[in-house]
């Protein structure tokens, strides 16, 4: 993927973001070196899943989406490994910098999304320790559980019917009520941005 050059200037363009803690995150060449998790959280609960069409005072943020990937597979997986919980928790880490984009958009704009997706992803893990590429193993349990989490999403809070939901994303996950009363309420940008550190701490403690 090349970033082309700038018409105003004739110079390639900007291919960088300025964090609130200050790092430069370079999107097309990313350093493990300018990822902060302090980052990551605050952006991740403040990008809305499904475009925001969910119901609820508060949107459901990709933030609190995560952590309810990571509660359906401790679900499905109880003594997964916390290396793998915490690849869970970071699977859609990206979209702090690149926002959440539904699935139906992101195939029609095709590779280079995904370039620049899994380069950032990549470039995630190398910073806490994670694989850069994971095992396939583990790349499908996180796809499974992410699967069941937006089945939840979209039967609580995004207005699918069940058989809908059922012929895209597969079966109900079977979170416990508690849980899914917990996760499928959507919570403050706060709340989600300090739940998900707090997560990510005992997971990567």
Known sequence: MTAGKSPATGSSPRAWQRMLSGRRLDLLDPSPLDIEIADIAHGLARVARWNGQTSGAHVFSVA?????????????IPRVDLRFRLAALLHDAPEYVIGDMISPF???????????????????????GLPPVLADQITDAIKAADHGAAYLEATHLAGFSQAEARRLFGKDPGLPEAAMRDYLTPWTAAKAEKRFLTRFNLLFA
Not at 64 to 76: I, N
Not at 109 to 125: M, P, S, T
């Open 106 to 128: 992101k195939a029609v704009l095709g590779g280079d999304y995904k370039v620049v997706e899994k380069r950032l992803l990549a470039a995630i893990h190398r910073r806490f």
């Open 64 to 76: 609190q989406h995560t952590l309810l990937v990571e509660a359906v597979m401790r679900e499905q």
